[in-house]
Nanobody, 120 residues
Framework: QVQLVESGGGLVQPGGSLRLSCAAS????????MAWYRQAPGKQRELVARITSGGSINYADFAKGRFTISRDNAKNTVWLQMNSLKPEDTAVYYCNLDVFLTIATMKAYWGQGTQVTVSS
């Protein structure tokens, strides 16, 4: 079984920064794609950023230039550095990991979500 533990959310003023982390533990052969999604009240969950095991990165347009995704393959951990936060960034942020349980078995896991609130 694999568990994802997220941390780093909170209340921040507009223009501030937060760093989210998501650590996977359990019976992991190796981690594959890692991503961050967010879901604001009344809206669909949307992709924020993703990073492959090789380090290729994609950002949503709203995240470009403000957010940075990074990972540590040895620690099965992904981070999301968020700068210049805006009120519209307020949402629950979820990490999503594709994990190889064996050399041939991959499964996707979601974190429990962490609330990010940007408000003065």
């Amino acid at each position: 079984q694999v568990q994802l533990v997220e941390s780093g959310g909170g209340l921040v003023q507009p223009g501030g920064s937060l760093r989210l982390s998501c650590a996977a533990s359990g019976s992991i052969f190796r981690s594959n794609r890692m991503a961050w999604y967010r879901q604001a009240p009344g809206k669909q969950r949307e992709l924020v950023a993703r990073i492959t095991s090789g380090g290729s990165i994609n950002y949503a347009d709203f995240a470009k230039g403000r957010f940075t995704i990074s990972r540590d393959n040895a620690k099965n951990t992904v981070w999301l550095q968020m700068n210049s936060l805006k009120p519209e960034d307020t949402a629950v942020y979820y990490c999503n990991l594709d994990v190889f349980l064996t050399i041939a078995t991959m499964k996707a896991y979601w974190g429990q979500g962490t609330q990010v609130t940007v408000s003065s």
